[in-house]
């Protein structure tokens, strides 16, 4: 059964940066999409980035929800089995727990971000 792991999360002042990593284990689901989800307190859960499958006859599609193009940047590691979320120039609205998905079908457990000066 595939299980995600998500590490990276912490405590940051406007303007660090944090790298989230999101590590896939057990069976594997055949070349899964990977999305990153983010939820606030008393807010929904909203999509922040998604990435496809890739290897080295294609480049995996790659997908942000505006407010964080530009800052944020989604990548994978097939060796690793691992997906990244390197997140530039963070804001206090990008606080929250970000969770990692595979196809819609499993999640991670969370991790917390926090945003404060």
């Known amino acids: 059964q595939l299980q995600l792991v998500e590490s990276g999360g912490g405590s940051v002042e406007p303007g660090e940066s944090l790298r989230l990593s999101c590590v896939m284990s057990?069976?594997?689901?055949?070349?899964?999409?990977i999305g990153w989800f983010r939820q606030a307190p008393g807010k929904e859960r909203e999509g922040v980035s998604c990435?496809?499958?890739?290897?080295?006859?294609?480049?995996?599609?790659?997908a942000y929800t505006d407010s964080v193009k530009g800052r944020f940047t989604i990548s994978r590691d097939n060796a690793k089995n691992t997906v990244y979320l390197q997140m530039n120039n963070l804001k206090p609205e990008d606080a929250a727990v970000y969770t990692c998905?595979?196809?819609?079908?499993?999640w991670g457990q969370g991790i917390q971000v926090t945003v404060s000066s």
């Open positions: 998905n595979a196809n819609g079908l499993v």
């Open positions: 990435i496809t499958h890739s290897d080295g006859a294609s480049f995996g599609g790659i």
């Open positions: 057990g069976l594997a689901l055949d070349k899964p999409t």
